[in-house]
């Protein structure tokens, strides 16, 4: 989430108006995010699985970061993990 703010924030001085991508500009599983979510969480959940009814569905994305990191000089700085682990923190704090 970190990431996306400071993106979003760089393109309000952006000197030309364009469509960026903002991630970390590495592709990562659902079951990656279900293991993240589980350590921060100390949860246990296992995922439930069951067809896609969406043939359109993109079953794999990645953030192509070149445009963005050109023109607002944006470099991620945020894991999956650290991402998670702030928002959790945010989201039940302890």
């Known amino acids: 989430m970190n990431d996306v703010v400071e993106g979003t924030i760089r393109a309000l001085d952006a000197k030309a108006s364009g469509i960026y991508n903002l991630g970390a500009g590495q592709a990562r599983s659902f079951n990656e995010l279900i293991e993240v979510l589980n350590k921060c969480l100390g949860t246990k959940f296992e995922p439930e699985y069951f067809d896609n009814p969406h043939a359109h569905y993109q079953n ?9 990191r050109k023109a607002l000089s944006y470099e991620p700085r945020f894991s999956l993990e650290d991402g998670v682990r702030d928002y959790v923190r945010w989201l039940v704090p302890r």
Not at 60 to 68: E, I, K, M
């Open 60 to 68: 794999f994305t990645q953030a192509d970061l070149t445009s963005v």
